[in-house]
């Protein structure tokens, strides 16, 4: 089953506490913009995270634009 934005937004809300978690993959699944804005808003309080691949989600310009802006400050 795939991990669409509401699973991610869950997944997001605890990322800050995942301070063992390293590297996240999730590729080829439903996130789309609001998953992403919702990852980028955790990478704000997450420095441990150093991987995070999210191929093939349907992210578009918005989405990218909250991931990139969070990955340049971060």
């Not at 996130?31 to 991987?51: E, K, Q, R």
């Not at 989405?63 to 969070?70: F, N, R, S, T």
Request: aromatic share 2%.
């Amino acid at each position: 089953k795939s991990i669409d934005a509401e699973r991610v937004r869950q997944l997001a809300s605890e990322l800050p506490s995942m301070t063992h978690i390293t590297s996240l993959n999730l590729s080829f699944n439903l996130i789309g913009d609001d998953g992403a804005c919702a990852i980028a808003n955790a990478l704000a309080s997450n420095s441990v995270l150093t991987v995070l691949t999210l191929c093939s989600n349907s992210i578009k310009a918005d989405g990218a634009q909250a991931l990139g802006m969070a990955l340049a400050s971060n």
